[in-house]
């Protein structure tokens, strides 16, 4: 494989090279190196295990150790703390959903706000409020008041992503998505992120799920015990029988 991640002809908001992190002395990732572009969602797919979810972590600042480097939005993170990663609008969406079960829909989104923000052109970046979210997670919209301990996972985790996106993020980290709920939501949550995109706001999926990986996403990466074996656009992953047997099939 290259070390380089392939070109997109959109502007680049993330690109990390040589990414390579840690959990305490076990190496999980090696030389990771991808990049989003605006209004783009890109996947990073592989089995369970090969390292996807740490990718993610590990570009957000939540491991201990990591080496590489990693831009965003023309700003070197790669030594920020995961609260710095935050304020400049990278969102993350962990696949374990984290909300405040004690807190409402409502508090919970209140928790995410953020302050609006605007493109290096100039032109403004998408807003979220709560009327917005509640129109792209229509069950949101009729539960405002309810207890986050009170929902289904599948809720849970709609209401992860409003939560993220109230920070007005440029880009969104989401891992696992599909994970642990019905396929009807799988749907909502497909139709979510075409959405999200039409909206100019770049995503990079960590997702198991190839099928829901090909209705969203522009490009894709595969993982393989914390290695990128490949890298192209979703159409040509489609397209590679021996790829997606080699690294994808259960």
């Given at each position: 494989?290259?070390?380089?991640?392939?070109?997109?002809?959109?502007?680049?908001?993330?690109?990390?090279n040589?990414?390579?992190?840690?959990?305490?002395?076990a190496?999980?990732?090696?030389?990771?190196?991808?990049?989003?572009?605006?209004?783009?969602?890109?996947?990073?797919?592989?089995?369970?295990?090969?390292?996807?979810?740490?990718?993610?972590?590990?570009?957000?600042?939540?491991?201990?150790?990591?080496?590489?480097?990693?831009?965003?939005?023309?700003?070197?993170?790669?030594?920020?703390?995961?609260?710095?990663?935050?304020r400049?609008?990278?969102?993350?969406?962990?696949?374990?959903?984290?909300?405040?079960?004690?807190?409402?829909?409502?508090?919970?989104?209140?928790?995410?706000?953020?302050?609006?923000?605007?493109?290096?052109?100039?032109?403004?970046?998408?807003?979220?409020?709560?009327?917005?979210?509640?129109?792209?997670?229509?069950?949101?919209?009729?539960?405002?008041?309810?207890?986050?301990?009170?929902?289904?996972?599948?809720?849970?985790?709609?209401?992860?992503?409003?939560?993220?996106?109230?920070?007005?993020?440029?880009?969104?980290?989401?891992?696992?998505?599909?994970?642990?709920?019905?396929?009807?939501?799988?749907?909502?949550?497909?139709?979510?992120?075409?959405?999200?995109?039409?909206?100019?706001?770049?995503?990079?999926?960590?997702?198991?799920?190839?099928?829901?990986?090909?209705?969203?996403?522009?490009?894709?990466?595969?993982?393989?015990?914390?290695?990128?074996q490949?890298?192209?656009?979703m159409?040509?992953?489609?397209?590679?029988?021996?790829?997606?047997?080699?690294?994808?099939?259960?």
């Open positions: 494989m290259s070390d380089h991640p392939p070109i997109t002809t959109r502007p680049t908001l993330l690109e990390v040589h990414l390579c992190g840690w959990y305490g002395a190496q999980i990732l090696f030389d990771v190196s991808l990049s989003v572009g605006q209004g783009e969602v890109v996947a990073l797919l592989g089995r369970n295990g090969a390292g996807k979810s740490t990718t993610l972590k590990t570009i957000m600042g939540l491991m201990e150790k990591r080496q590489g480097q990693i831009g965003f939005m023309g700003k070197d993170i790669s030594k920020a703390n995961s609260h710095e990663v935050a400049l609008g990278l969102g993350y969406v962990p696949e374990d959903r984290r909300i405040f079960t004690d807190l409402t829909v409502m508090e919970n989104l209140e928790v995410g706000r953020q302050a609006t923000r605007i493109w290096p052109d100039g032109k403004p970046a998408p807003i979220w409020t709560e009327n917005k979210l509640f129109t792209l997670f229509p069950n949101l919209g009729e539960m405002p008041h309810r207890l986050g301990g009170k929902m289904s996972g599948g809720e849970q985790q709609m209401l992860t992503v409003a939560r993220t996106l109230m920070g007005n993020p440029y880009l969104v980290l989401l891992d696992e998505p599909s994970e642990g709920v019905s396929p009807l939501l799988v749907e909502q949550m497909a139709k979510m992120m075409i959405e999200l995109k039409a909206e100019g706001v770049s995503i990079l999926l960590s997702e198991q799920n190839l099928h829901f990986a090909e209705l969203v996403s522009d490009r894709a990466y595969v993982l393989e015990k914390g290695q990128i490949y890298a192209g656009t159409a040509e992953l489609s397209a590679n029988d021996e790829i997606r047997g080699a690294y994808l099939s259960v």
